[in-house]
């Protein structure tokens, strides 16, 4: 089945505002050559709003859904920043890019991937919701193509995913991540896979780099296959559970079809009970291109017993490609 490699282009959105020299009373000869000799000027000013999706959970892992704005205290750099957008994230749209693993080490366990992902997709999806189906084993092949809504076609498209050889895993989590840029609303990456990368064209830098400026969410189901593997490969873990830490998302590990229909379960509750905050950077206090954001609970009794996940900052400039 032939790879299809997605190159979407990523818009940001800036806002430009233009200054008209003031309306005044009929200029004097003197101020009238002035005003022809010296050009008007046009101020473009580019207003960058960050999106910050924020997953809230107890002690045991379970999210927590009431929190006020005033709940959140939010920084870029160290310097607190003004929340210009607060919302609860259930009513907004989401899209899916729903990546399996199709390579030769999980062909033992895609039926029973292919199943619990059409488990998923039943339970998730709403009419304003879209999700795309990729298989990726030595390539990166779309398989609804595109994004729907549709249960049938991403039953289909589900169904029809074949196993390759090698495992392209960060081309898998780069080439999602530009198709999810251009989309509105939230945006997911859920990643099933036993974790290893042997033929990637990207390397991790370059798909971590992809996922922070979609501003994707990575839940990753790490599959411990069928057959014990005390002795595989951790790196492409560890790979995946710092870009689910990083992007806001979540890892989990998966040793039986309970285990992964629960990994789907707790995936869809999250999002579900997210918060949107939104703010425009107040102050630049440093030269580099990566900004970090922090964000903090107050004015809940339990705020300290609470885990607070989000991405971990955003580039200022976005990569071209």
């Known amino acids: ?37 010296e ?16 997953t809230v959970t107890d002690a ?19 310097h607190e920043q003004k929340i210009a957008v607060f919302d609860k ?43 795309s189906i990729y298989g990726f084993s030595e390539v990166v ?20 995913i074949r196993t390759g050889a090698a495992t392209a895993l960060y081309d898998a989590i780069y080439l999602t ?6 989309r509105k609303g939230r945006k997911v990456i859920v990643l099933i896979t036993d974790g290893g990368d042997t033929i990637s064209k990207v390397d991790y830098k370059e798909a971590v780099r ?30 995946l559970i710092q870009l689910s830490e990083d992007t806001g998302g979540k890892y989990y590990y998966a040793t039986s079809t309970a285990q992964l229909d629960d990994a789907f379960h707790k995936i869809s509750d999250e999002l579900r009970t997210q918060y949107l905050l939104a703010y425009y950077p107040s102050e630049r206090t440093s030269f580099s291109e990566f900004r970090r954001i922090a964000v903090k609970l107050t004015g809940t009794p339990a705020a300290d017993a609470y885990r607070v996940r989000h991405r971990t900052g955003y580039y200022s400039t976005k990569s071209e490609f």
Not at 60 to 78: Q, V, Y
Not at 212 to 218: I, M
């Open 1 to 37: 089945m032939p790879g299809l490699f997605l190159l979407l282009a990523a818009g940001t959105v800036v806002a430009q505002q233009s200054t008209a020299p003031p309306t005044t009373s009929k200029p004097s000869s003197q101020s009238s050559q002035s005003s022809q000799s």
């Open 39 to 54: 050009p008007v000027t046009t101020l473009k000013v580019d207003v960058k709003l960050v999106n910050v999706f924020v």
């Open 60 to 78: 045991t892992g379970a999210p927590i859904g009431g929190l006020k704005k005033e709940n959140f205290i939010l920084e870029e750099d160290g």
């Open 89 to 131: 994230e259930s009513a907004l749209p989401l899209s899916i890019a729903l990546a399996i693993d199709t390579s030769l080490s999980t062909r033992h366990d895609l039926p029973l991937e292919q199943a619990s992902a059409k488990r998923f997709a039943h339970a998730i999806m709403r009419p304003v919701d879209a999700l």
């Open 141 to 160: 092949h779309e398989a609804t193509p595109g994004f729907t809504p549709d249960l049938k076609r991403i039953d289909e498209a589900i169904e029809h």
């Open 177 to 182: 991540s530009r198709a999810l840029d251009p």
């Open 210 to 239: 992809a996922a922070v400026e979609a501003e994707a969410l990575v839940y990753s189901i790490i599959i411990v296959p069928i057959e014990a593997s005390a002795g595989r490969e951790t790196g492409g873990e560890h790979a």
